[in-house]
């Protein structure tokens, strides 16, 4: 086992004197508090007998009908309550999916760079993780198909394609339409499952909304997974999977085991703040936040990067992509910089492979406004200065 | 893996029309919902932004400092900040114990009968389950001890023993002081770890306290496990695990790829109602209420069982264990039970071996005090009618 980098960095993020860009932190200026306080103080009133009490493995039978209702008009889907189950957040899905999909050896193919736990999570149950390139477009559908064709050339039986279609972790960019449909037609062909993993599909800041993979899902080959962690609190750790049902029945029995059940009070919230119509106006709320963070770090890095530098420019989500000059090393900078009391993620640790020494991630959804362009401007200083050593 | 049969159970339980024995549920009129109501306005206009964000793995700092607090209080043993994490509930806490120490093959040893949900976690790493039989004093350490000279004759070696020594759940008994001595001894001569898991403890409601084994463990081999389920709410999903740091760092290595950290509402929510005192006189209070309740049923057991039934009669805790008559089979009565309303936890569920086909388990804690009587009376015409076919 190995310590996620990220955790750790959290730490870091708690010294008030640190400009963090570290974690992918919602900003705490989006948790809607008083609702939550409202909220909670009907739910003691009307139901606390239900709220507290332990509650079934599938999950609160409002919050997933609550849920159905919402992915319906956001995600162009439709599922019955078979189809979905809750989990303690998307972390917990991914270990889940682990516990019934993987056994030592088995192979799973993820982008390069991806979400690292994602891969930490397969990793724990001995899987072996192959991955396949990610441009301004995701995932590279010709590589994915020639992986595929080798791996399966070598015996290499795959479980699964992990993909996070929309402003992808930590890359920011997204799969188009035709790349989605690709991806569907090609696990068609080899008869492959695909893990759709979508935390930050509705931060979109500008730009057409995309379908979701799901959506276009004939045949039942597509696992979704959702999460309230990045549009409403990941303190409440509430999170979602939607697929077929015999799936659907090994996850719950996989669950039963790990906690018998997600924690009660935290679903009836969820469900309340969906079912009532919180939500909606939230998003937005949080959509223009965080859209003037994105603008102020972008505008931040154009006026103060170094030559050579680039970066993404994500239509939604939370992260940004720096790429560093050939040849320079995010890991041994991120001490000086953290010296010089700004943080990041080292892009490295998103590459399966340990690629991507010249890479790193920005996170442009946590720091105060007033601290973002502060902060670039320190990292653009320690650029500076390790680029003229 | 199997599915647990007491959360399939818990489903007939929200039938109104059942009298649920079955269950280790809580009463619904426990829980302190206006105080719930109260901390949770505090904290959201307090420090909401904090309260629903991540937090670190290890747990919430407040909630660890206030549990220190009281385990010395109420379960004399001193431990530091590196010496707690906190989980999901004692579910998972079990979960992590697997994901940490068992390896497929490797044995364990728990008590026959012992909590189901705990041998299928052991099960799920594919762990070996040893079982030493139970008596109205807990685990017997004769027998123990036997089973441990015979299990290292043949080179099988043992990774814990898991006991839960106050209150036991199935049987409702209790290892005494000479007893938890002798746990330790036992423990020490070959180099053992003992999983001490306390859930009812603090539910007593007649006679003195025992001290736990984690207070008479002197050279760390004792993992100590609490949580707030059957204290307060179950719904939060809130336990801890105490014990050496080498190992607490090893379960926070295991937690992250689970589930990052537990929900961070639900600790604030703990730390508060511990540090401010609430707990002591709600914990007066379920005594009371759990007390009159299991007289209740004990009750209604004397007046109305046939000869020749048993019943063990416990000083605290939540479950009273049922012997019916050699030859009687309690998962095919338990069909004629449920049609006649009334239902209850098979006990073979509980022995690793599948044995004890003639014993059940009855919660006490859970049914109002007007339906107890009459589900024992219901329960006492099926074991009758039984007997006389």
Request: net charge negative; with cysteine; glycine share 8%.
């Amino acid at each position: 086992m190995k310590a996620s980098e990220i955790r750790e960095l959290l730490k870091l993020t708690e010294m008030p004197e640190i400009i963090s860009f570290a974690g992918g932190l919602p900003s705490p200026d989006a948790f809607p508090t008083d609702i939550v306080e409202k909220i909670v103080s009907e739910l003691m009133r009307e139901k606390g007998k239900y709220v507290l009490q332990y509650g079934t493995t599938e999950g609160v039978s409002a919050l997933r009908k609550a849920l159905l209702v919402r992915l319906k008009e956001t995600q162009g889907f439709e599922a019955s309550m078979e189809n979905i189950i809750i989990t303690a957040g998307s972390q917990q899905s991914l270990d889940l999916i682990g516990k019934v999909f993987l056994d030592p050896g088995d192979n799973v193919i993820v982008g390069a760079p991806t979400y690292l736990a994602a891969t930490n999570a397969f990793r724990m149950f001995q899987a072996n993780v192959e991955s396949v390139p990610l441009g301004d477009n995701g995932m590279d559908m010709e590589y994915l198909e020639e992986k595929i064709r080798q791996m399966e050339k070598h015996g290499k039986s795959i479980k699964f394609i992990y993909v996070i279609p929309t402003f992808q972790n930590p890359m920011g960019v997204s799969l188009t339409t035709e790349g989605r449909k690709r991806l569907l037609e090609i696990a068609r062909e080899h008869d492959l499952l695909i893990l759709e993993d979508d935390p930050y599909g509705e931060l979109r800041y500008e730009g057409e909304p995309l379908p979701s993979i799901k959506s276009m899902d004939l045949d039942g080959r597509v696992l979704y997974m959702g999460t309230i962690s990045k549009v409403l609190a990941p303190g409440l750790r509430i999170a979602w999977i939607v697929g077929e049902v015999d799936i659907m029945n090994k996850l719950i029995l996989a669950k039963q085991p790990t906690d018998l059940c997600t924690n009660t009070l935290g679903q009836h919230i969820v469900a309340k703040y969906i079912s009532e119509g919180y939500i909606n106006s939230h998003i937005e709320k949080i959509r223009k936040m965080y859209r003037e963070k994105r603008d102020i770090m972008l505008k931040a890095l154009e006026e103060k990067m170094p030559e050579g530098i680039t970066w993404t420019h994500p239509e939604g989500g939370m992260f940004i992509w720096l790429t560093l000059l050939e040849g320079m090393n995010a890991r041994s900078i991120l001490e000086k910089a953290i010296t010089e009391k700004v943080a990041y993620v080292v892009g490295d640790a998103f590459f399966p492979d340990g690629s991507g020494k010249n890479t790193l991630r920005l996170n442009f959804t946590n720091a105060d406004n007033d601290k973002i362009e502060d902060g670039i401007g320190r990292l653009a200083a320690v650029f500076r200065s390790e680029m003229s050593d």
